[in-house]
Nanobody, 117 residues
């Protein structure tokens, strides 16, 4: 049974930082592309950041490039999202995704990030 468990969300002031973590179990982690998505209230889910398998290429949405950093630690079955210079528009539920094709597409339950003064 595959499980992805996110943590690290919370309330932060504009300009602040948070680090999200996602720990996976039940799959061969190092062969999965890992992604972070987010969904703000009343909006569609959007892809925020992607990190591939070895070599770990990364890609970011334009709205977070230069502020967010995705990384992975295969020995711990973990993927991280370091979020700096947070803005109110970054407020959303953030979801971890493990992807290796249509039949191998797994999601976490999400963690809420609220950026507000």
């Amino acid at each position: 049974q595959v499980q992805l468990v996110e943590s690290g969300g919370g309330l932060v002031q504009p300009g602040g930082s948070l680090r999200l973590a996602c720990v996976a179990s039940g799959l061969t982690f190092n062969i999965y592309t890992m992604k972070w998505y987010r969904q703000a209230p009343g909006k569609e889910r959007e892809l925020v950041a992607t990190i591939t398998t070895f070599p770990a290429y990364t890609n970011y949405a334009g709205s977070v490039k230069g502020r967010f950093t995705i990384s992975r630690e295969n020995a711990k079955n973990a993927v991280y999202l370091q979020m700096n210079s947070l803005k109110p528009e970054d407020t959303a539920v953030y979801y971890c995704n493990a992807y290796r094709g249509t039949n191998f597409d797994y999601w976490g339950q999400g963690t809420l990030v609220t950026v507000s003064s």
